[in-house]
Nanobody, 116 residues
Framework: VQLQASGGGLVQAGGCLRL?????????????MGWYRQAPGKERELVAS???????EYAEFLKGRFTISRDNAKNTMNLQMHTLLPEDTAVYYC???????????WGQGTLVTVSS
């Protein structure tokens, strides 16, 4: 299973970005998918997750600024990010859990840099 994250870049504070995670197989086979991020010098943290049934969870620090979604037809998961803050600067990783094996798969990460 390969997960390819994309959409990162440099944006000014208050701006928006849309991250995408393309899977090499049908995402319907994943029990759960999610986005994590890791800022320099910090531990990796959960940003948002979405289950096969579409149930979502978000980190409290987001305060409604991000929206996670999945497109089963395109085998992609997306993270729409609004009102970006400098503290959102991090490498964002997509991850997915196999419904069959329970194993978690990770993408290579995409860098988001928010300038003040």
């Amino acid at each position: 299973v390969q997960l390819q994250a994309s959409g990162g870049g440099l944006v000014q504070a208050g701006g928006c970005l849309r991250l995408s995670c393309a899977a090499s197989r049908r995402i319907f086979e994943f029990a759960s998918m999610g986005w994590y991020r890791q800022a320099p010098g910090k531990e990796r943290e959960l940003v948002a997750s979405i289950t096969r049934s579409g149930r979502t969870e978000y980190a409290e620090f987001l305060k409604g600024r991000f929206t996670i979604s999945r497109d089963n037809a395109k085998n992609t998961m997306n993270l729409q990010m609004h009102t970006l803050l400098p503290e959102d600067t991090a490498v964002y990783y997509c991850t997915a859990k196999s419904i069959v094996t329970g194993l978690w798969y990770w993408g290579q990460g995409t860098l988001v840099t928010v300038s003040s």
